[in-house]
C-alpha cells in the first residue's frame, strides 16, 4: 500500500536513498574492476573535499551546476523537458563575451560585469525562445527541438571561434582575453588581497549569484501568480486553460526563463574562471543539469545539494583517475549514470516501503 510521504522524507530521505543505493551499486562495479571501492570513496572524498584548493573546485564545478539545474527544473514544474541548456549555456556564453569585447576598452569593469551578465541571461533566454514558440504554436516538442537547437549553437560557435571572433595570430578557437577589470573576482584573489593564505581554484563570485538564483527560482515558483499558474499548468494542462490561463504564452515564458538560466552559466565559467570564451566551453554540464534537476526534485534547495554532490564527483573523479590507473573519469561518468538511474526512472521505487514506515499507526479497538 502506497501513502503520501511526509514533505521532508520526500525532499531528503528519498534522495539520500537514492544516492546510497547508487553508490554501493558503483562499488560493486569498482570490485568487480579489481579495486577496493572503500579505497577509491576515500580518494574521492579527499580529491574534492581535502586537498589544497580541491573545495573550491568542488564550489567552482558545484556552481555551473546550479545554473544547469535550475534551468530544467523551471521547465520542469510545467511538465516541459527542456534539454537544450548546453546549447542556452553556449549562448549565454556568447552573449556574456560579446557584450565585454565590445565594452571592456572603454568602460570601467563595474559596468562591464552587470551588462555581460544580462547579455549571458538574454542571450541563453533567447535560444530558449524558438523551441518554446514551436511548442506553443506548433506542437513541436521541446525535447526534439532542444535537441536540434543544441547542435545548431556547438555549430554557430565553431564557426565564431574559428572566424570572427577568433583571436587574432593564433589558430585555437577562443576569443581574445576580456580586460582584469570586466572579470568576475575569484575567492583567492581576495582572499590573498585581504592577507589570508589561499590555494589557486577558479571559484569566483558567481557562486553567490548561483544562490540569488536558487532563492530567486523558489520565490518565482512558490510565492507569485505566474508560478500558481506554471504549477497548475504542469499539474494539468486542461485545468489550467479552464481557470484561464494562456497555455502558449506559459510554454513561450517559462522555456524563456529556463534557457536565462542555463545562460547564466556563463558568468561562472567565461567571466570567473576562463575570462574568455573557448570552443565547447560548457563541456556537458548543460546535461549533467538533468540529472541534478532530477535528483533535487525540482527544489532549488535539493538542487543546490544536488549540485554539491555532482561537483565533488567531477572534482573527486579526477583525483580518482590520478590515483588508479585502472579507474578512470568514464568510472565517474557510471556512477553518475547510476545516480541518474535511481533518482529517474526508479526515483519512486521507495516509496511505498518509506510511506508504510510513515504511516500513522492506528491501533484495534477492544472488541
Known sequence: ????????????????????LAFVVAGLVVALIGENPVEALDVMIQGAFVYPGSLGYTLYYATNFVFTGLAVAVAFHARLFNIGGEGQAAMGGLGAVLVCLALDPYLPGVMVIPAAILGAALFGGAWAFLPGLLQATRGSHVVITTIMFNFIAAGILVWLLTGPLIR?????????????DATIPQFHELARALGFEASSSPLNLSILLALAAAAGVWVLIWRTPFGFRLRTLGESEPAARYSGVS????VIVTMVVSGALAGLMATNAVLGAQEKLVNNYTAGFGFTGIAVALMGRAHPVGIVMASLLFGALYQGGTELSFTYQTLDRNVVLVLQGFIILFSGALAHMLDGPLSRLFAPRTRLAPS
Open 168 to 180: 587574432p595570430g593564433q589558430s585555437t578557437p577562443q576569443t581574445r582575453n576580456i580586460a582584469p
Open 1 to 20: 500500500m502506497r501513502g503520501p510521504l511526509p514533505a521532508w522524507a520526500d525532499v531528503f530521505v528519498i534522495p539520500l536513498l537514492n544516492v546510497a
Open 247 to 250: 497555455v502558449p504564452r506559459m
